[in-house]
Structures are given as structure tokens and as C-alpha cells.
């Protein structure tokens, strides 16, 4: 069965390539890519849920390099990933029908490329398909490049992704070999310095990828700059395979180790929710927000993974099972409603004409199935119950919340404080999906061509609804998304992740009721159905909207002024005066008119991200350096630059002569 499976995938791998090529040398609208792109997820989806029980298979592909061909191997942790891979790209297929761009024919090869991730058998393969989903996305990006903002993204994109290439490449080496099949590299995990080494190499190559902090400043620039089908892929997809790259390393190749490999996976993941749902409830720009609430959703799934690091180092497998499967479970649910939040804001953008909340408004009387499907990604956003968002972050917490059982006092206080940040993280979450569909979506238009925003089309509408639908299911069925997950921790861990999961309840402590979302769901609809009887016997009265304190609105504005309403910058500015001024200097420039002068009052905020200043504007600024160093080295005369060649050329030979005379007296 499981062979079976994992020659299928492979099938699917050659045939995502095929379509690749052929959607590159077609012309005309080529719909065909896309709708093959979504076929092949699905097909991908299926084949990842019967090779979760399966069991494991590996299989030697006839292509490669000389003596490093590629190979596939299938586990219960390769099947679970390719869920949260295929899903985006299903619904990004289907959603990009509906648009006026159909090429995108490097969407199956960015697809085919972190298949091919999460399918490795060997760190070669490993390697290939996660530089191939690279420049795939990167290709991606340039749909747009003739915008400076989009080019300096672009940059930043290429840059990091190299930093990564140049970071996993010998910690593959450390562990053993770059071309060593994952079963030699199980039989001997490092130890020691080696290990320690391989830890950073693994954060900063594939940490970078995930948008963990202080390597995230990339992630809100290019996700954003993407057309809306690939931001979804990136933000619900591509970091997914990263994470999966962690926990394979982590957790399989390098085997049990010390607790103390906890501190920078949980420190990074702290700092990743901390800052980007700070970012998500300041930012002015649509995709921006939706970009930021990625890292923030990747440090949350970041602190369940330190968390099973912590516990298994101390023999404890009930809590490492709870903080494997709460961020495994995060993970299937963070793409499913972050692919439908990055789809319907593209579906907004476009009939709106406008990434911008100030000039958005009134999207909800004209876009009812988008508006719709919206508050239900945004309710997960914000972990609402019965959302699905909630289900999976309250295991998170939970096992937050049992991990200063686990090291001394230092490491007991750094957990506790971690879980109060993943508290304040929630509630910013929940502030910034508040702000976003308030402003976006409720109230009144703000621009002309938001008032004449008109639905989605139908290929939209079902790639939204679909997803909708999916969020819904798993929101009220929590268990069954537990069944998926509960073979990874059994792989990993040595004990499944049941976690009390019976369908409709999670229940990680024997002692209490867990979990219900029927419960809650039906107390909901209790509630609702009282404020309706109670809103049928009042009677209606329709007044003019509170105008702030404005004079009365003209009689062709009855509903008084759009401009006056509450926009992005209403809802951050408390939140900005309470903390973003310590974590991200947010401040705020006033200048009044002066009396008697006809110079408007002027208004101007601004903030920077920490990891920004404080990482990559100093290495910036020494790179700027180095670029003068060797500029004066090229404007040297011939004479200087032929002493400095002669001076090479001699130090060479002394090396030279210097390792001859230690090979002659060595013996």
C-alpha cells in the first residue's frame, strides 16, 4: 500500500513538471495550468491522507546527478505535510481561473518543487526541491517587478534564499553527508558542538524560510508584492515545507537531545508572535497585515515545537505528544484560513482596485459571499470558538501552560513568560482581524471605485466557499483533524497524539472536559436567536450615523461622511501608545497650524521592526563597507595591484612550502 502511494506521488511529481514546461512554451490565456496545478493538489491530497496510516516506503528516482540520483521516502510525517502543501495550491488553482491572469505556468513547478521537499529520501533531494520551490516563487515574484517597492522585495527575497541555500548545505554535510539517505543519518545522530552547529544552521537556513524572527523582515515585502494565488501558496504553503524541514532535522535525523535546544526555537517563536501580530494591527496596506499575521501564526507553532523539544529531552512523552500535536494541528489549520484570508483579500483588491484600508469600506453590501467567507477565516485569525484557529491554539496554550514542569527555574520562568506572550499575541490576533474587517468591509465606502465594487466571480466564489467549508468542518470536528496529526507524534515520539480527540472533542488532561465547539456552538446560536427575537418586537428608527463631532452632513450625504469614519490608523494608535513605541518606536509627528497661516495641520507616524534595525541594517551597512573596500582596490594603480598580485602569489608558495615541510617531518 504504502509503495503503492509513493509511486503514485512520484507520478504526480513528473506530470506537475510536464505541465510545466508546457504551460511555459504555450501561448494565449493557458487556463489549463492552473486547473492541472489544482487537479494535481488534489490528487496530492488525497495520496498524503492514505500514506498518513500507511506506513513508511521509499522508492530511487532515474534522474539526478552521477552517483547523487534523487529519492523519494514516505512516513507518517512526509503524508501529513503534503496536506497543508496541496490544500492552498487546490484552492489557488481553482481561484486564479476566475482572474485575468491564467499564465502562471511556474505554478506546478513551485508546487512540484515542496512535493518534492516534504518527499525526500536523502538530503540531496531534500536540497534540490527546496531550491527549486525557491526560485519557482521567486520567478512567481516578478509578475509585478516593474514597481519599485515589488523589485526591492524581490531583492530581499533572492538574498535570504541564498542565506538559506548557504546555511542548510553543511548542516545536511554535519549530520553526515549531503547524499546519505535519512535512514544512515538516523543511525548516527550528532552529538555535542556537531550538534549544536547543526541547531543554528537548521534555524537560520529554514528558519529564515519560515519567517521565524529576527530572519522574518522578508516575508511582509515579498508575500505581499505576490499576485493574491501566489501569496497564498507562500504564506499557507512554503512555510509549511520549512517547518517541515525543522521538525525533520530536529526532531527525526538528529534524534533525542538536550534540553537546552528548546531556548532558541522557543525565544525565536516568542519574538515571531509577538512582533508580527504587533505589525498585523498597525500596517496600512491589505496583504501587509495578512503577511504579518504569518509570522505571528509561525512563532505560535514555533513555541508548541520548543515545547516537545523541552519535554522529550526530559523523558516526559505526554507533554511532548501535547506540544508536537498542537503545532502540527496549527499548522493544518493556519493553511487552511490563511490560503482564504490572502484569496478573498485578493478578490477584494481587485473589485476595490485598492490594497489600502483607508480607501476601502462598504465591501460587505457589495461582496456578501467574499464578506462572508472572510469573517470566518478572520474568526480562526483570531481563534474564536468554534474556529477552527481556536481548537488548535488552545492546545498550544495548554501545553504552554504544563511546560514549567520541565528544566530549573531559569528555563521554568522563560516557558511562563512565553505563554503570557502567546496570550498577548491572541489578543493583538484579535485586534488586527477586528481592525481589518472593520475597516475593509464594514461601514461606508471610502473611494469611488470601492463603491463600485461589485462579487467575485464564480471561480472565486467556489475556491472561497470551498475553503470556508474546509475551516467549518475541522473547526466543528477538531478530533478528526487530531487523527491526522496523531501518527507524527507516534513516528517521532514513540506515543500517538489522541489527546482525548473523539470527533467533536479535544481533551489533553484525563481530569478535565477538554474542548467541546458543539457546546459552544449551540450556546452561540441560543444567544443569536435571542437578540433576533428581541431586535423583531423593537422597533426600527433610522437617525444619521454620529458624525465625530463634524458639522451635519449636506442632504446628499444622509449617512453622514465617509471620511470621517474610524480607518486603520483609529484602531493602531492606542494599541501603538501602549506597546508599539517600546517594540517597534512607533511614534507620532504633529505639527498644528499656526494662527493666522493657511498651512494645513500636518500628521506623520512611523515605526521600524526590531529585527530591521537591529539585524539587518548593520549588516547592510557593512556590506556598504566592504563594497568601498573593494571599490578602492579596483581604483588602485597598475603598480599597486601587480604588488598586491606578486604579494599573493608569495604567500601562496610559503603556505605551499610551509605544508611540505610538515609532510616530511610529520612521519
Not at 475551516?471 to 496529526?485: N, Q, S, T
Not at 500628521?603 to 566592504?626: C, L, S, W
Amino acid at each position: 500500500m504504502s509503495q503503492a502511494v509513493l509511486s503514485g506521488l512520484a507520478l504526480l511529481l513528473c506530470l506537475l513538471l510536464g505541465l510545466a514546461g508546457a504551460g511555459a512554451l504555450s501561448r494565449g490565456r493557458r487556463r489549463f495550468v492552473p486547473l492541472g496545478t489544482a487537479l494535481a493538489a488534489a490528487a496530492g491530497l488525497l495520496l498524503g491522507a492514505a500514506g498518513i496510516a500507511a506506513g513508511s516506503a521509499s522508492l530511487a528516482l532515474p534522474i539526478g546527478l552521477p552517483g547523487a540520483a534523487l529519492s523519494l521516502a514516505l512516513d507518517p510525517l512526509a503524508a501529513f505535510f503534503l496536506l497543508p502543501v496541496c490544500l492552498p495550491a487546490i484552492a489557488a488553482g481553482v481561484w486564479v481561473c476566475g482572474g485575468d491572469e491564467r499564465g502562471r505556468p511556474c505554478m506546478p513547478l513551485f508546487l512540484a518543487g515542496m512535493m518534492l521537499t516534504v518527499l525526500a529520501g536523502d538530503g540531496w533531494t531534500l536540497l534540490f526541491g527546496f531550491e527549486l520551490m525557491s526560485l519557482a516563487s521567486w520567478v512567481l515574484l516578478l509578475a509585478h517587478v516593474d514597481q519599485p517597492e515589488v523589485e526591492a522585495a524581490v531583492r530581499l527575497y533572492a538574498g535570504m534564499a541564498v542565506l538559506g541555500a548557504a546555511c542548510l548545505v553543511p548542516a545536511f554535510a554535519l549530520l553526515g553527508g549531503v547524499g546519505a539517505p535519512f535512514a544512515a543519518l538516523r543511525a548516527t545522530p550528532p552529538e555535542g558542538l556537531r550538534a549544536g552547529l547543526v541547531l543554528a544552521l537548521m534555524l537560520i537556513g529554514a528558519g529564515s524560510k519560515a519567517g521565524l524572527a529576527p530572519l522574518h523582515v522578508w516575508l511582509p515585502p515579498a508575500h505581499a508584492a505576490a499576485p493574491a494565488e501566489v501569496s497564498a501558496m507562500m504564506s499557507a504553503g512554503m512555510t509549511k515545507v520549512a517547518v517541515y524541514v525543522l521538525i525533520r532535522v530536529l526532531f527525526d535525523l538528529c534524534g533525542p537531545q538536550p534540553v537546552w535546544w528548546c531556548v532558541p526555537v522557543l525565544l525565536m517563536g516568542a519574538g515571531s508572535a509577538l512582533i508580527g501580530a504587533l505589525r498585523a494591527t498597525r500596517e496600512p496596506d491589505l496583504k501587509t497585515i495578512l503577511a504579518c499575521s504569518t509570522v505571528e501564526n509561525i512563532g505560535l507553532i514555533a513555541l508548541g515545537l520548543s515545547v516537545a523539544l523541552a519535554a522529550r529531552g526530559s523523558d516526559l512523552s505526554a507533554l511532548a505528544v501535547l506540544g508536537l500535536g498542537a503545532a502540527l494541528l496549527h499548522v493544518l489549520m493556519h493553511s487552511g484560513f490563511k490560503s482564504l484570508l490572502f484569496l478573498a483579500g485578493g478578490s477584494a483588491i481587485a473589485s476595490a482596485g485598492t490594497r489600502r484600508l483607508e480607501f476601502l469600506g462598504g465591501l460587505a453590501a457589495r461582496m456578501k459571499i467574499v464578506t462572508l467567507c472572510v469573517l470566518v477565516a478572520a474568526a480562526s485569525w483570531a481563534a474564536l470558538p468554534p474556529s477552527a484557529g481556536f481548537a488548535s491554539e488552545w492546545l498550544l496554550l495548554q501545553s504552554l501552560l504544563a511546560a514549567p514542569r520541565v528544566g530549573g527555574l531559569a528555563l521554568q520562568a522563560i516557558f511562563a513568560v512565553a505563554a503570557t506572550i502567546m496570550a498577548l499575541s491572541a489578543a493583538l490576533a484579535a485586534a488586527a482581524a477586528v481592525r481589518l474587517v472593520g475597516v475593509a468591509f464594514l461601514g461606508r465606502p471610502r473611494s469611488a471605485r470601492g463603491s463600485a465594487a461589485t462579487e467575485a466571480p464564480a471561480a472565486e466564489r467556489a475556491a472561497l466557499v470551498g475553503l470556508a467549508a474546509w475551516l467549518g468542518l475541522l473547526g466543528i470536528f477538531p478530533g478528526l483533524a487530531m487523527r491526522l496529526v496523531g501518527a507524527v507524534p507516534a513516528m517521532l515520539i514513540g506515543r500517538e497524539a489522541e489527546l482525548g480527540a473523539t470527533g467533536t472533542r479535544l481533551a489533553p488532561l484525563a481530569d478535565a472536559p477538554g474542548y467541546l465547539p458543539l457546546m459552544i456552538l449551540l450556546l452561540l446560536g441560543l444567544s443569536g436567536a435571542v437578540l433576533v427575537w428581541r431586535m423583531m418586537g423593537a422597533g426600527v428608527r433610522t437617525a444619521p450615523a454620529w458624525d465625530c463631532g463634524f458639522n451635519a452632513p449636506p442632504p446628499w450625504l444622509p449617512f453622514g461622511d465617509p471620511a470621517t469614519q474610524y480607518g486603520g490608523r483609529s484602531f493602531a494608535q492606542p494599541i501603538d501608545r501602549a506597546i508599539g513605541g517600546a517594540i517597534l518606536r512607533a511614534r507620532e509627528l504633529v505639527r498644528p497650524a499656526m494662527p493666522g497661516s493657511h498651512s494645513p495641520a500636518r500628521y506623520n507616524e512611523d515605526a521600524t521592526d526590531p529585527a530591521e534595525r537591529g539585524v539587518f541594517v548593520p549588516i547592510g551597512a557593512a556590506r556598504h563597507r566592504v563594497s568601498d573596500i573593494i571599490d578602492q582596490i579596483n581604483r588602485q594603480t597598475i603598480r599597486r595591484s601587480l604588488a598586491l598580485v606578486v604579494a599573493t602569489l608569495v604567500l601562496l608558495l610559503a603556505l605551499i612550502a610551509l605544508q611540505g615541510i610538515g609532510m616530511v617531518a610529520g612521519p
